[in-house]
């Protein structure tokens, strides 16, 4: 099965600032990949599909990039709402997420 | 606009058999596939399985021997069972529609606690 390892696990940013995320597959997945915003007690949210197409909706300070087995999230201004754990996802190959980056003050 | 509301028992005893239901709103059910995915607390989230309209089913290979999806085209809703159940299956139970094998709306959730 295909394994997603997401890094850091934890982020220490502040508002304004440009974050990257980075989530790695144990094998090729071409560019079937998602990224997901989840805030405590709430379901996730997704902000990309296939590696880097902006779900509607989703502010453009979001975007995706990469293919393969490498694939990073950046944040170009980090906003108080952005503070939340951010979960990749492939689906290349049944579904398996990564363990998800904090992203906290 | 799409709603997916999960129903079911919040706790339930060890070696029992979940059955959890979720019903779907603002959408036809059918030409669509639709998931289960749970959370244990603190973890990551674990696909479990998921259904077509027509009844086609794939599951998690690591738990695929426990679980079975079920469809009701007639009630719009689709269903879960998790047998043999153990401490390690608490979680926040999921489910949710599968947009080109992403998942574009979610249920709430329901916690699902096996204890006796």
């Known amino acids: 099965d295909v394994q997603m390892t997401q890094s850091p696990s934890t982020l220490s940013a502040s508002v304004g600032d440009r974050v990257t995320i980075t989530c790695r597959a144990s094998?090729?997945?071409?560019?079937?990949l998602a990224w997901y915003q989840q805030k405590p007690g709430k379901a996730p949210k997704v902000l990309i599909y296939k590696a880097s197409t902006l779900e509607t909706g989703v502010p453009s300070r979001f975007s995706g990039s990469g293919s393969g087995t490498e694939f990073t999230l950046t944040i170009s201004s980090l906003q108080p709402d952005d503070f939340a754990t951010y979960y990749c996802?492939?689906?290349?190959?049944?579904?398996?997420f990564g363990q998800g980056t904090k992203v906290e003050i | 606009q799409v709603q997916l509301h999960e129903s079911g028992p919040g706790l339930v005893k060890p070696s029992e058999t979940l059955s959890l239901f979720c019903a779907v709103s603002?959408?036809?059910?059918?030409?669509?596939?639709w998931s289960w995915i749970r959370q244990p607390p603190g973890k990551r989230l674990e696909w479990i399985g998921h259904i077509y309209s027509s009844g086609t089913t794939a599951y998690n290979p690591s738990l695929k021997s426990r679980v079975t999806i079920s469809v009701d085209t007639s009630k719009n809703q689709f269903s879960l069972k998790v047998t043999s159940l153990t401490a390690a299956d608490t979680a926040v139970y999921y489910c949710a529609r599968e947009a080109d094998e992403y998942f574009d709306y979610w249920g709430q959730g329901t916690l699902v606690t096996v204890s006796s």
């Open positions: 094998q090729n997945i071409v560019g079937w």
């Open positions: 996802q492939q689906y290349y190959s049944f579904r398996t």
């Open positions: 603002g959408d036809f059910i059918y030409d669509k596939y």
